[in-house]
């Protein structure tokens, strides 16, 4: 019999609402919480919680920990790291972990050119950040292009280019030049999305936003916070020729949709275009703070102290990255890829019917099920896929988080049986049916 949540007290139980009560009285009310969940101990895709309560996680610690919760291997590395050297500064130093990453990931070919050279940092955001100040350095333009719905991180460049919610730039400003482009959504705007983005870029260009002018062209390869949009087959070899005619650097975040999460190392394999810069943070590392930024050597040419991180590329960080790259090479990027397509393939049968759900889409292991009021209409269902997730999930025990303004992901960890993704599916569609009495 496959496992299933174990709800043992009322949710949150009592220690949970203790610590719950203790961390909302000291930690920066700036942070969002979408369960009241608190996680003591976890394995694979199964959390539990001080209360004894067990919880089916289908958010991964938004999509981080790709080898699940605890892996064994990555473990043991941290461990075997953590005797040895904790912390060494790479930015003045040199230990082997790092520079065997570094090689590493530069032998993956993820950029154009031959060659190419790896900056650690230790989150999206300084990844990001670094991509953007490398794209300046080389290019000696100022202006940047990323689109609306985007997320790129929270520090102040990268919220230049974030656009998915206007309660993460409010009160931030001024930001530095970034012009929003509109990311094609095939579900919403038809056969003709891509033309539709591109028609929308050359008139920006042709108004407000010179391309000889723009340093780079940041886009998630697929859209993570903005809902899990799989863009058209065509989208990313647009850019790479808009960009390449008018000498912009194209940037491909992959901070969520890389590392093996949508069934290949890197998402833009699926569609075989390569860019001048990839972001690379999340998975890296299966939950230790890590991040990378890798160009071609062509373009990072930049000179000692021009940029630097005190604790990026962290020894231990990057043992647990090593561990991680030899699970998802081994077995877990297919895994991502075969359950990934189970997965779907219960989803639709389970609930692709329903009055509510207007799109069900992913790869691999980064899915989303976009929430409708009417599906003639694709009237969004906002209010009601927060009260899904926020509620009827959590208290089947189901951990689940929301994309863009109507859509509930998946993205657990890249260890999840075909059993267990059938439990997931179970619980959504019986939370479903019986939160819309359908």
């Not at 300046?136 to 102040?156: P, S």
């Not at 886009?219 to 903005?226: H, S």
């Not at 960009?243 to 890389?258: E, P, T």
Request: hydrophobic share 40%; charged share 20%; with cysteine.
């Amino acid at each position: 019999m496959s496992r299933r949540p174990s709800l043992r007290t009322e949710l949150p139980g009592p220690l949970a609402r203790a610590l719950i009560e203790r961390s909302n009285a000291a930690v920066s009310p700036s942070y969002t919480r979408d369960h009241p969940l608190v996680a003591e101990r976890a394995e694979g895709v199964w959390i539990t919680d001080p209360d004894g309560n067990e919880f089916l996680d289908m958010s991964a610690g938004i999509a981080v920990t790709s080898t699940g919760h605890c892996h064994p291997r990555v473990v043991a590395a941290i461990q075997e790291q953590a005797a040895k050297l904790i912390h060494m500064s790479g930015t003045d130093f040199f230990y082997p972990v790092q520079g065997r990453l570094a090689d590493r990931l530069v032998r993956m070919q993820p950029v154009v050119g031959d060659k190419c050279r790896v900056y650690f940092g230790n989150s999206g955001t300084e990844a990001n950040e670094a991509a953007m100040k490398l794209a300046r350095f080389y290019t000696g333009r100022k202006h940047f292009v990323a689109f609306l719905d985007a997320f790129h991180g929270r520090t102040l460049g990268a919220l230049s280019l974030t656009a998915s919610k206007a309660r993460q730039r409010e009160g931030f400003g001024p930001f530095l030049p970034v012009t929003h482009g509109i990311y094609p959504d095939p579900y919403r705007m038809g056969a003709n999305a891509t033309q539709m983005a591109l028609d929308h870029l050359d008139n920006l260009f042709r108004t407000t936003c010179p391309p000889e002018e723009v340093a780079a062209l940041f886009v998630e390869p697929v859209q993570g916070e903005g809902g899990y949009i799989i863009p058209p087959t065509d989208w990313l070899a647009s850019l790479r020729a808009l960009c390449d005619k008018h000498g912009i650097l194209l940037v491909f975040d992959a901070v969520q949709c890389g590392m093996g999460r949508t069934g290949k190392m890197f998402a833009w394999e699926h569609w075989g275009v390569k860019p001048d810069i990839i972001t690379l943070a999340k998975g890296i590392a299966s939950g230790m703070p890590l991040s990378a930024t890798i160009a071609s050597e062509r373009l990072m040419q930049w000179k000692p102290g021009a940029h630097a991180s005190t604790f990026g590329g962290n020894p231990v960080a990057c043992a647990a990255a090593h561990a991680t790259l030899d699970l998802l090479e081994e077995s877990l990027i297919d895994n991502s890829a075969q359950v990934g397509e189970q997965m779907m393939g219960m989803l639709r049968d389970a609930v692709g019917a329903h009055p509510y759900v207007g799109d069900i889409r992913g790869k691999g292991l980064m899915i989303g099920v976009e929430l409708v009021m009417d599906r003639a209409s694709k009237e969004r269902a906002a209010d009601f896929r927060n009260a899904l997730v926020m509620d009827c999930f959590y208290r089947s025990g189901m951990v689940l988080l929301g994309a863009g303004r109507n859509t509930v992901r998946f993205c657990p960890g890249l260890t999840l049986a075909p059993e267990e993704a059938q439990t997931a599916v179970d619980l959504f569609a019986t939370s479903l049916h019986a939160l819309t009495q359908v």
